[in-house]
């Protein structure tokens, strides 16, 4: 409203003082001619005004104004109306715009001396071309100094764009573009274009570039249709702080943009346009700086129509003054206006401090060709209108603060600013990240006791995320994402999960937790430097020490076995005994007996065949050997049985004492691989997965492969499930894991070990979105806490902090020795032995003295007294026949009668003996 009333104003005076002036006759009233589309009004109404605060500034010379409009883009039309107005006797011809394809208008003004002046972009022409348009001036910026400009801006380190898409308008002038295709290639890393239609549906187009995962995003792009496109980016959450906009049409600022100025649009937005003029009292060309917009002329093309005026007018007033000038009078094609060139090379002569009424925008020069190579232009943010940037050929971009220093007092004061720019970086992050111990979990509440916010966790990296937050002042909030996963890719769906997705669709801004930074993350999101180094180890039960078998001795040989080996002797002992007894060969040769009588007798009874069945089968051979043929057959069959089971048995001892030294010694991933009773697995899309199925190491292949093979699936949602599954299975199946995570299990459960040494080196770090400006604060943060020795306190708290009761002092490496609790079955055999002899010799002895008290008929006492008595007396070794007789005589007489009775007795012996030889 305010607008209008100035513009109605002025006007008002100019034709106050039109009329005071008066139409003298000595007026030099020059024609100039204008054609514009029948829908550019506001172009023909600025031509209008122009015209009008022109001529009052010297009523000597007046211009009237001839317009004349075009419905459609045809040539023959746009050569009627040119012929119209150079008939009509126009000194110059303005437009048309460059909605149309045609130059047939700078073509019949090169061929009879009319200026023709311009407003708008057109086709860079080449040099041929220009010689058929020498009397064409175009007040429009050159389009390539402007794709220069864009390029700076993009570059330079306020923006450090490395990696857009650039949304075009279908018939927008990419030309102006032209730096920024050939500054980076058009590549899935470099620059992708993506084009939209005016009047099409505007979410294809954000859904495209949001399936990109793009952020930054550079819209050529009409403004009158400005508002529509990004309106339809807020349902694909595009306008979150980390996403950034630079809009390149130079009339962003009366689109309308700033109707989506809020709290909820915090996306960093950036456009450009040409600067201003300052009007009076500071009007001064140096003073570029003041923040006063004249809206009379709001859009750059009505801004650009003025100009256009005012320039042919500052011309025309030198040249007017000139000999030789004179009013064109011809019709189209039969005649050349000679001032024509004078006035077009008098335009490029004109200074903008001279210039009256002033440019409406800044720094306006025409070169040798035609073209307007010099501008001021701003960059600025159009949702607040602040400007951050001011770019012109000379200085190239500078920052807007250190030109407003530099500038005159007056413009160097400083209004105060009524709107927050939301998309500055927000205080308080966003953190996503998984629950998972030890690095983050819920904190447990004890009765009466209810945790709120932050409170309500503790782990690792809650610790972390406080101490970075004191470090790097900020504030943060966690969420843990909901379907607790790190972040892996889907090549079918190609959607990411977990952490990532969160941080690509601007839901977080920080992703902390066990995330190992790879490759294919480094695509879509940022990483601080690395907190925590580790690589990748095995975990595995641990199998609990075997009891103590005293009889493991037994064990090469089955029951069933023993059973037949004792009945084979048994069997074989019988054997010898009924074919010694039929073999004549065993027996022995004739003797006496008792009552006098030759008798042969036999050798082989159950004692002594037994006996060399035992001592053959223990390899210790015996006294007695067989003499006839089946014996000595019936016994060297014998010898070969007792040799291989003997041998047998020796060897599966040793084998079973080998077997019971390596059972389950897999001591490397190499082990894993190749053994087939263990299964083995990691975590289903984690980076240790990745580490494995993207690895071009033969042994990394080889146990992925076997990994996708295992029924059932080994793979698992989280550590905790790995670690269960491991726990359960009892020794058949290991668990992939981080070298920390292990580290921290392990310590606190007696059941879990670490087998082998850990491989495969990795890094955790903390996850930003791409190109965010504050991930350098935070690498430096951790840089900071890792010096201070923060990091490593951190890590012995959550990792080192042993809370388990297992026996720290139990032998866990085996030296290959044995202890008593593997040989004491043998000791066990022994004493068994030893006692079954005593007893049976015990026995004996008893059985001995009953036959003694029967034969003798003497008291059984009696007899067990004598023989008892002379058993204690072990230095004896000469037993007399009758030891009773013995006891008696030495209770009285001592050993002198014994010894008598011994000679007598032995006397008569051999006498009798002498008398049966003869």
Not at 157 to 173: G, L, P, Q, V
Request: hydrophobic share 40%; glycine share 6%.
């Amino acid at each position: 409203m305010r607008g209008s009333i100035m513009v109605g104003l002025q006007y008002l005076v100019l034709v106050a003082m039109i009329f005071s002036s008066g139409s003298s006759d000595d007026a030099l009233v020059v024609k100039i001619g204008a054609i514009f589309f029948d829908t550019e009004i506001k172009l023909a109404e600025a031509f209008s005004v122009a015209v009008e605060e022109v001529n009052a500034v010297n009523p000597a010379l007046r211009l009237e104004a001839i317009k004349h409009y075009l419905t459609i883009d045809d040539s023959i039309v746009l050569q009627d109306l040119s012929c119209d107005l150079i008939g009509s006797g126009v000194a110059a011809i303005f437009g048309p715009s460059s909605k149309t394809n045609s130059d047939i208008v700078e073509v019949l003004c090169n061929m009879t001396g009319i200026p023709h002046l311009q407003f708008d972009w057109h086709p860079q022409q080449s040099g041929r071309e220009r010689l058929n348009h020498q009397l064409s001036v175009n007040v429009a910026p050159m389009e390539l100094l402007l794709s220069a400009a864009l390029t700076d801006i993009l570059g330079s380190k306020s923006f450090d764009w490395k990696s857009f898409t650039i949304a075009y308008e279908k018939s927008a002038h990419l030309s102006r573009l032209q730096h920024i295709l050939a500054w980076k290639q058009l590549h899935k890393t470099g620059i992708k274009m993506q084009e939209f239609e005016r009047g099409s549906d505007y979410r294809i187009l954000w859904k495209r570039i949001n399936n990109a995962r793009e952020k930054f995003v550079l819209l050529e792009c009409p403004s009158d249709i400005l508002v529509d496109v990004i309106n339809a980016s807020i349902a694909f959450n595009m306008t979150g702080s980390f996403n950034h906009l630079f809009l390149t049409n130079l009339d962003t600022h009366v689109s309308g943009i700033d109707r989506f100025y809020s709290r909820e649009f915090t996306a960093s937005v950036a456009a450009v346009r040409i600067r201003s003029y300052i009007p009076p009292p500071v009007h001064d060309e140096i003073d570029v700086f003041d923040n006063f917009v004249d809206t009379t002329f709001s859009s750059l093309e009505t801004q650009l129509v003025y100009d256009a005026v005012v320039l042919f007018y500052n011309a025309l007033m030198e040249v007017s003054q000139l000999p030789g000038f004179y009013i064109p009078q011809f019709s189209c094609g039969r005649g050349f206006w000679q001032p024509g060139p004078r006035l077009v090379e008098q335009m490029k002569k004109i200074s903008p401090k001279k210039a009256k009424p002033p440019f409406k925008t800044q720094r306006l020069q025409i070169n040798v060709d035609g073209q307007r190579d010099d501008f001021n232009l701003e960059v600025y943010n159009p949702l607040t209108y602040r400007v951050t940037h001011i770019w012109n050929k000379e200085f190239q971009l500078v920052e807007y603060e250190k030109l407003r220093e530099n500038s005159t007092q007056a413009v160097k004061q400083r209004r105060l600013e009524n709107k927050e720019d939301f998309s500055q970086k927000p205080v308080r992050y966003t953190v996503a990240t998984r629950v998972g111990k030890p690095y983050f979990s819920w904190r447990p509440e004890p009765e009466g006791v209810h945790h709120e916010g932050n409170e309500r966790f503790e782990g690792y990296a809650v610790d972390l995320m406080y101490k970075l937050a004191e470090e790097c002042k900020f504030d943060f909030n966690f969420e843990p994402v909901r379907d607790n996963k790190y972040g892996s890719y889907d090549a079918a769906t190609d959607e990411w999960d977990g952490i990532i997705r969160q941080l690509i669709d601007n839901n977080a801004q920080i992703g902390i937790c066990d995330l190992t930074i790879t490759q294919a993350r480094r695509s879509v999101v940022d990483f601080t430097v690395p907190f925590m180094q580790l690589g990748i180890s095995i975990l595995s039960y641990k199998e609990p020490p075997p009891k103590a078998d005293i009889y493991a001795f037994l064990n090469p040989y089955g029951v069933e076995v023993w059973i037949y080996v004792m009945i084979a002797m048994m069997i074989t002992a019988f054997a010898l005994v009924f074919t010694g007894r039929i073999d004549q060969f065993e027996w022995e040769k004739p003797v006496e007996n008792t009552d006098h009588e030759l008798a042969r007798e036999n050798i082989w009874h159950l004692r002594n065949t037994m006996w060399l069945v035992l001592g053959s089968i223990l390899n210790q051979g015996c006294d007695l050997l067989p003499r006839g043929l089946p014996m000595r057959l019936l016994t060297a069959f014998w010898w070969i049985f007792a040799l291989l089971i003997s041998q047998t048995y020796i060897a599966k001892l040793a084998a079973f004492i080998t077997a019971s030294k390596i059972a389950g010694n897999i001591a490397s991933l190499h082990d894993l691989v190749d053994q087939k009773k263990v299964q083995f697995g990691t975590i289903r899309g984690g980076a240790t997965s990745v580490y494995f199925s993207e690895s071009n190491d033969t042994e990394n292949r080889l146990a992925w492969n076997k990994m996708l093979s295992f029924k059932p699936d080994a793979f698992t949602k989280n550590n905790e499930e790995g670690v269960d599954r491991v726990k359960l299975s009892r020794g058949t199946y290991a668990f992939l894991m981080e070298t920390t995570n292990l580290q921290y299990y392990v310590q606190r459960d007696c059941e879990l070990t670490q087998i082998g040494e850990s491989f495969g080196e990795k890094h955790y770090g903390i996850a930003v979105p791409l190109n965010a400006n504050f991930r350098s604060n935070l690498s430096v943060g951790i840089l900071k806490l890792s010096e201070k020795g923060v990091l490593y306190t951190l890590r012995n708290k959550w990792f080192n902090n042993n809370e388990s009761t297992c026996d720290s002092n139990a032998a866990t490496i085996d030296d290959g020795q044995f202890d008593m609790d593997s040989v004491g079955g043998l000791f066990v055999v022994l004493i068994v032995g030893v006692i079954i002899a005593l007893v049976i010799g015990v026995a004996e002895f008893l059985w001995h003295v009953q036959r003694i008290a029967v034969k003798e008929k003497i008291p059984p006492m009696l007899a067990l007294k004598s023989e008892f008595h002379f058993l204690i007396r072990f230095w004896l070794t000469k037993k007399p026949l009758h030891t009773y007789r013995q006891s008696r005589d030495s209770t009285s007489t001592g050993y002198s009668s014994l010894e008598h009775i011994s000679s007598a007795s032995s006397g008569k012996k051999k006498k009798k003996s002498h008398r049966i030889a003869h």
